[in-house]
């Protein structure tokens, strides 16, 4: 077996659901996405993260909704027609059960099939710039896709407050 064959058969091919903030493409892994919805009314929550744009009812359960744009301070997103939110599972802690939270973007693109050698590692600014939640760069055609880690792009006291403050309402 040549060299080429081996690293072939090496590669594991990942599927990202691929989104848009502003003209940034993003990327979450497809099996952290439970579904997207149009964007509904949303009950504010007082005293919560800036970014946290309020819950909303799905189906009998509370779902917080956070602002991606505002969380990554890219400034808010202006709600239009092919605005949605992702509903995506988050685990919060690794024995504990996951949590529903909601991704407000500016639009869907298309679920990719990322290979794992297409994938460059997130590059490093030094000590103050935190890029902990980015998964890595995945190359697709001509463009580049920042996939995000979900898991960490909020701070286990960031969910855990947004999750209280979701909880009370209930």
Do not use: H
């Amino acid at each position: 077996m040549n060299q080429t064959m081996e690293k072939k058969e090496l590669s594991r091919v990942q599927k990202y659901l691929s989104f848009f903030i502003q003209d940034e493409e993003y990327g979450i892994e497809i099996l952290k996405v439970r579904e997207i919805i149009g964007v509904t009314d949303m009950t504010a929550l007082p005293k919560t993260p800036s970014f946290v744009k309020g819950v909303i009812n799905l189906r009998g359960r509370i779902i917080p909704v956070i602002d991606l744009k505002r969380k990554f301070e890219m400034g808010e997103t202006e709600i239009k027609e092919e605005s949605c939110i992702i509903v995506t599972e988050i685990q919060v802690v690794e024995d504990g059960d996951p949590i529903q939270m909601g991704c407000l973007i500016d639009r869907v693109s298309e679920v990719t099939n990322i290979e794992d050698s297409k994938i460059e590692p997130a590059p490093k600014f030094g000590g103050s710039l935190d890029t902990s939640f980015i998964l890595g760069l995945g190359k697709t055609k001509d463009r580049v896709c920042i996939l995000l880690d979900i898991d960490r792009v909020f701070r286990e006291s960031e969910l855990t407050e947004i999750n209280s403050a979701a909880n009370c309402n209930e």
